[in-house]
């Protein structure tokens, strides 16, 4: 079961705000600093946490994993992703996402902000209906227990990258998400990708941690991106493979951005198209609040 938060504590109100004021502090904090504003944290969302497990413990009924589930959710938990082989969506829904966000592209919002390597741009709500029953059909237990029994919906949207600039200080250089302990992003390719198309980029979380610690990673402005020059010389003799999203229409990706240092949409040949279901806990720093969420998709 994915856990849809109850709209009404999705509501920004006085506790959230401060809440949310309060833990901006941990993602740019290291070490012991670190530890102690994350228990803080922990122990503000407590009455959500016990609502949450009850309810998993008394209302639902457990889905148990297949053994190739498992080995799914054995290679995330080790390395922080998992490229699967099997697709989720079939053909004429990756074909019919591809269609329908060209045909609205021009109505696009820059949701971004700052950063404008990439674009993401929401989906109508039938596609969401689709892609939330194959999902719930296909992958359902590896999210829950991956996101501590208390998965919400985070974001679904269409990501896009033009890949035609090279934005300073941008997603395109290495960087931790950083929003909990744990984050769960399922990339879903919906067109063939090559190393051509600006390529999501990533290493494992062992190797990951091992640059968080000789860098001294911190997300504050100066030191939340780190260049390419930088990354070599820290991670000198360590084993660690570089990898490169690619594959068919279609292919899969399970990365924790915020335990797998990552980086994409680089001035490429072509432009990227995927589709990014972001799944959250409510072990992440910050509460949801509504302007950021739209109920329909939460509850889909
Ligand atoms: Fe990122």
Excluded at 200 to 223: C, G, H, M, P, R
């Amino acid at each position: 079961m994915l856990v849809a938060l109850p709209r009404k504590s999705l509501k920004t109100n006085y506790f959230q705000h401060k809440h949310n004021s309060f833990v901006q502090s941990i993602t740019s904090s290291r070490g012991l600093k670190f530890k102690i504003l994350f228990i803080i944290s922990i122990l503000f969302k407590f009455p959500f946490i016990i609502w949450h497990t009850l309810r998993n413990l008394f209302l639902k009924k457990k889905k148990y994993l297949y053994l190739e589930q498992r080995k799914l959710l054995e290679q995330l938990q080790y390395y922080g992703f998992t490229m699967n082989p099997r697709y989720i969506l079939d053909k004429n829904t990756t074909y019919r996402l591809r269609e329908d966000f060209y045909q609205d592209y021009q109505q696009s919002i820059n949701i971004n902000g700052n950063e404008c390597s990439v674009m993401y741009k929401p989906l109508r709500q039938t596609n969401i209906k689709i892609i939330m029953e194959q999902l719930v059909a296909n992958i359902e237990p590896i999210i829950n227990s991956y996101m501590y029994y208390s998965p919400y919906l985070k974001h679904i949207f269409y990501m896009y990258s033009d890949n035609n600039t090279i934005h300073a200080n941008s997603s395109q250089h290495w960087h931790l998400d950083k929003q909990g302990p744990k984050t769960l992003k399922i990339f879903i390719a919906l067109h063939d990708l090559t190393n051509d198309h600006g390529p999501l980029t990533f290493i494992d979380s062992n190797a990951s941690a091992y640059l968080d610690n000789s860098v001294k990673y911190q997300k504050i402005e100066t030191k939340k991106r780190i260049h390419d020059s930088e990354f070599d010389q820290a991670l000198v003799g360590i084993p660690s493979q570089v990898i490169n999203f690619t594959g068919d229409e279609g292919s899969l990706l399970f990365l924790d951005t915020d335990r797998c240092f990552h980086f994409g949409s680089r001035k490429s040949s072509y432009s990227r198209l995927l589709l990014l279901i972001e799944f959250g806990s409510l072990l992440d720093f910050k509460l949801p609040e509504t302007s950021r969420y739209r109920p329909g998709i939460i509850s889909y």
